[in-house]
Nanobody
């Protein structure tokens, strides 16, 4: 199994930046892709970004493309989400997920972190 622990969430003003971290432990070799999802109150959980452990191929939702950057440090088994130019509509609980392939839907991932709150004020 894989355990995912997230950190870095908080309260920022519009236009500010945050860097989220997701530390993975356990059988991380059994997963191929790490992703970030987010869920705002009353809305479905939505895909944000993904990266492969091998090769570092990245994918982004249109809503964050050009503002967010996903990266990974394989030696530390850690994935990051650098969020710049934050907007109030980015406010959500952000979840780290691990799975076998890139998937835009939550049911494509087997392992999940506990979530970290990101709040962007106007």
């Amino acid at each position: 199994q894989v355990q995912l622990v997230e950190s870095g969430g908080g309260l920022v003003q519009a236009g500010g930046s945050l860097r989220l971290s997701c530390a993975a432990s356990g059988r991380t070799f059994s997963t191929q892709v790490m992703s970030w999802f987010r869920q705002a109150p009353g809305k479905e959980r939505e895909f944000v970004a993904a990266i492969s452990w091998s090769g570092g191929r990245t994918h982004y939702a249109d809503s964050v493309k050009g503002r967010f950057t996903i990266s990974r440090d394989n030696a530390k088994n850690t994935v990051y989400l650098q969020m710049n130019s934050l907007k109030p509509e980015d406010t959500a609980v952000y979840y780290c997920a691990a799975g076998p392939v890139v998937a835009g839907r939550p049911n494509g991932y087997e392992y999940w972190g506990q979530g970290t709150q990101v709040t962007v004020s106007s």
